[in-house]
């Protein structure tokens, strides 16, 4: 079956630095999102990887290895707003994506 | 250029009722996904609408039905409503790019949601 794994919950500072991770399991790979989700909103896009390597976008960064089925999400200097949901989608051979549960995460100053 | 736009944004139903929510897709976007997604959960998959036809269909009860319109704008009707239904939907839509052999899918935008609240 179809699984996308990611932690429920985290907590960071303020200024600091967070990685959330992600793996998968699909039938088929065309690429893997990063959305946010603040609570009673709908997701926004954060970031695309179809390749392996690095994406870098400002404060953020995420990272893919398709070998490992594994990506992860990188905040940098923290900031208050950023506390919110975080979902990792795979987009699978049938270019459906499939998400995950989330993962919440709580900023403290 | 308008988003994805969603309507209604709040709705309270009793059981066994039913409903209809519809989505707008954002300019340029011809592909309309729905998702339930119940509190504090990740989006589940109720069905992908391309062409005015159903093209995927996650693992939801025939309850659930929907429709294309000629413009890509979409409904999603739930029929015989159950507690079990309340939940946000959410409606995303992208578009299908075709580049010789490859079919990359943009990003998905989504609406702002519809609350539904069953009672």
């Known amino acids: 079956g179809q699984n996308i794994d990611q932690p429920t919950e985290m907590t960071a500072t303020e200024g600091a630095i967070v990685q959330i991770n992600c793996t998968y399991q699909t039938s088929g790979f065309n690429g893997l999102f990063w959305y946010q989700q603040h609570a009673g909103e709908a997701p926004t896009f954060l970031s695309y990887?179809?390749l392996d390597g690095l994406e870098e976008k400002g404060r953020f960064s995420s990272f893919l290895s398709r070998s490992k089925g594994y990506s992860y999400l990188l905040l940098k200097e923290l900031q208050m707003k950023d506390s919110a949901s975080y979902l990792c989608?795979?987009?699978?051979?049938?270019?459906?994506?499939?998400w995950g549960a989330g993962t919440k995460l709580i900023i403290k100053p | 250029d308008a988003g994805v736009t969603q309507s209604p944004t709040h709705l309270i139903k009793t059981r066994g009722q039913q409903v209809t929510l519809r989505c707008s897709p954002k300019?340029?976007?011809?592909?309309v996904s729905w998702y339930q997604q119940a509190l504090g959960q990740g989006p589940q998959f109720i069905f992908q609408y391309y062409e005015e036809e159903e093209r995927q269909r996650g693992n939801f009860p025939d309850r659930f039905s929907g429709h294309q319109f000629p413009n890509y704008s979409s409904e999603l009707n739930v029929n015989a409503l159950l507690l079990g239904d309340s939940a946000l939907y959410l409606c995303?839509?992208?578009?299908?790019?075709?580049?010789?052999?490859?079919?990359?899918?943009?990003?998905?935008?989504f609406g702002q949601g519809t609350r539904l609240t069953v009672v």
């Open positions: 995303a839509t992208t578009a299908l790019v075709t580049d010789t052999e490859i079919r990359m899918n943009t990003e998905a935008f």
């Open positions: 300019s340029g976007h011809d592909t």
């Open positions: 989608a795979c987009m699978d051979s049938n270019y459906q994506l499939i």
């Open positions: 990887n179809v």
